[in-house]
């Protein structure tokens, strides 16, 4: 069944290879399997029978983007329509580029390894700012000028999506359109008015058509003007675009389309495993957190359509784990129902169940017992801040007494390790809030030993995972500076210090990345010019440590003649025209303005599930926010 | 009751860059997805046991694997087997046979090889003649202690031919298993590097597996 696809296309054992010269080069790289396609479960299609080739990319590697849930719904979708052929394209690591470009072999799409230049749309998914250049850099390696107005056809039409597109000016030069909010409908909108633009192939009158279909963003059609202290004057609509632009979402979760089977990759990828969706959007609030917002608002799928999905796709991958999908799992507010169901048939089955970011503070001790079963890796804490104050201050709703008696009940269970998260540069953060990282982890080495059932001779381990605070768009903390460098390093220093246990150890997140996802978080499209300077500078996959070239970005900003430290460490007024103010996420600026103030006050914020607290998002009329409380 | 299953297959095209490790679990999961009763290895985290009997390098294809698992229920079938999997083996994985064990995994010796070389010029076949003819061809390799040591491979060259119709195929029988092993890619390394000559693209395909008295492995 899984092969009904693939079988119908191959006959001969010699035809299972396609490009001989790509069959050659494979042999000189690391990880091949990274590029020969072919996996079960992807879908081969005969390209005379199509009318609309369509290459999903994905702005990282292999591992990292076949992990990503997004485009598999999106890859599953797009087949599902026999006019549409959905393929794979992943960035290739630096080997394999290098013989890329020495052999002039444009990128291409994993499943016919046709060349993307080819293709009709071309769409990038944007998880996260520092993939950018690599969005470039595929652009340029699929042999496409990289410049939106330098490419004069309709096709291939380059468009985006995923969550930075709620702030994609940085990009705007580069990309035709984007799409704001949740893509599984528009996205098929798109493609249709594509296939009645096809035969005329003109694209401005194509983008004019585009930007009048509600969540679609053409950046070209947007004029900015800017103020004498450089921030932004004004962002003027041509032509009849829309002032606004408000995202799309998905008003029933449980009749959206949802895989039943994924792509099960032969290289082992950062989640291998089949991953089903329980909700989006988050209830908590937290006021540093982008996702808490920009998902807005929360819907529920059923018990029964989750169960019924993560059944059919253990059925159809062959997979041992199955994870559940959503910003908060213990948030999902008929869990122990759905746990209970789906426990019935994975035990059974010899199927793992994992569920990340669980708190299991209120869980019945039969379910508990049953959940400990399954998770074998060690504890993780994500308290973000030392100090009750500070977690006031972002909305972290988690108590020290919370955090503790979870850590005793781990720890009765036999767990000996434990991993905490913290972000160092938060709003209105002193040096006593540092200390108090310090504190709370040596309260929990202290309770460990406090345990009189702990194994003999085992010892415990805290490990502090430590972040630089990053300011995001559509969060409270939108207005807020980012801490320097330097002072990131003397906060970091003096965590150090505070630490006295061995048992306690601390781990860094690069402060100079974070820095340059804050200028990208927030930037403007003047930046535009910035990102292609770094770019042909040889600046690409700025997440991984050894690519990496912070002194080259430095370097493009002079040359650009614009100071980072606007975008990422200066404070902003309230009234101030943020280069994502023409874009609708349904969370109002009046909301963010008066939840900043309430941090500043030290004021807690409750969850949408206790109170509504009028974010805006309930003009979307769907989820939490017109279910009965 | 447990019994023991043996499975030959090919694994032909881009399933040459799946890795020994990465052919386990990929296994391991067409094994569940043909929903046969297999043994589970105990554990943590039980998975289904599979054994590939005899590694196979990155990079080569091959016309005959060998992989044993065990089914916890003995009135299954070799052929209700064979057609569970054949529903659901990718076609670049091409199940041959299903059959009860009857030789050890330790039992095998040889191996047997093909190289097809593309596009060679007209001196190869020659240069290669030479070259495996020589009673003595010494390999170095840097060890675990970080010594460098070397070895006379031509001892575990069994067997060789140079055939000319379609191309340059080299034809080679080499030592195989757990007490010698000779993989095809130290010869044409050597080659390159004591003739200097910078041998074409080619494409390395393992044949057959042999017992030590030459039987086919079963
Ligand atoms: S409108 Fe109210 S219930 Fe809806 S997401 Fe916003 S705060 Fe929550």
Sequence with gaps: MIWQFAISFFFSERELWMNKQLEHLLLEVQKPGRYTGGELGSVVKDKSNIDVRFAFCFPDMYEVGMSHLGIKILYSLLNSREDIWCERVFAPWVDMEELMRKHNIPLFALESQDSIADFDIIGFTLQYELSFSNVLNMLDLAGLPIRSSDRRDLSPLVIAGGPCTCNPEPLADFIDLFVLGEGEEVTLELVDLYKRHKPKGDKQAFLLEASKIPGVYVPSLYEFSYNPDRTIKEIKPQKGAPARIQKRIIKDLNKVHYPDRFIVPYIQIVHDRAVQEIFRGCIRGCRFCQAGYIYRPVREKSPDVINRQAMALCESTGYDEISLSSLSTSDYSRLEELLGDMLSWTEGQKISLSLPSLRIDNFSPELLEKVQKIRSSGLTFAPEAGTQRLRDVINKNITEQEILNTCKTAFEGGYTSIKLYFMLGLPTESLEDIEGIANLAQKIVDLYYRNPQRKKGKSVNVSVSVSTFVPKPFTPFQFEAQDTLETIEEKQKHLVKSVTSKKITVNWHDSQTSFLEAVFARGDRRLCRVLEAAWKSGCKFDSWKDCFLFENWMEAFKECGIDPGFYANRKREYGEIMPWDHLDYGISKRFLIKENQKAYEGLTTPNCRIECTGCGAAKFREGICVESR | ?218
């Design chain 2, 1 to 218: 009751m447990l019994r023991a299953v043996r499975i030959f297959y090919k694994k032909l095209g881009r399933l040459k860059f799946v890795s020994h490790l990465d052919m386990n679990r990929t296994m391991s999961r067409l094994l569940r997805l043909a929903k046969l009763p297999v043994w589970y290895t105990e554990g943590y985290n039980p998975h289904p046991f599979v054994s590939l009997v005899l590694p196979l390098s990155l990079g080569f294809e091959s016309d005959y694997e060998v992989m044993d698992f065990r089914v916890t229920d003995d009135s299954i079938s070799n052929s209700e087997i064979k057609s569970a999997l054949k529903a659901v083996f990718p076609p670049d994985l091409f199940l041959l046979d299903v059959e009860d064990p009857v030789m050890k995994a330790s039992d095998i010796s040889f191996a047997d090889y093909e190289v097809v070389f593309e596009n060679p010029d007209e001196q190869l076949e020659r240069a290669l003649d030479t070259f495996l003819s020589s009673p003595s061809i010494v390999t170095a390799k840097v060890n675990k202690k970080g010594e460098r040591v070397e070895r006379n491979i031509a001892p575990l060259i069994h067997e060789y031919r140079i055939n000319k119709d379609g191309g340059l195929v080299l034809f080679l029988k080499l030592s195989a298993g757990s007490s010698a092993n000779l993989n095809p890619q130290e010869i044409l390394q050597a080659f390159e590097e004591s003739t200097g000559v910078k041998l074409p693209y080619y494409n390395i395909r393992r044949l057959m597996l042999y017992n030590n008295s030459g039987q086919k492995f079963k």
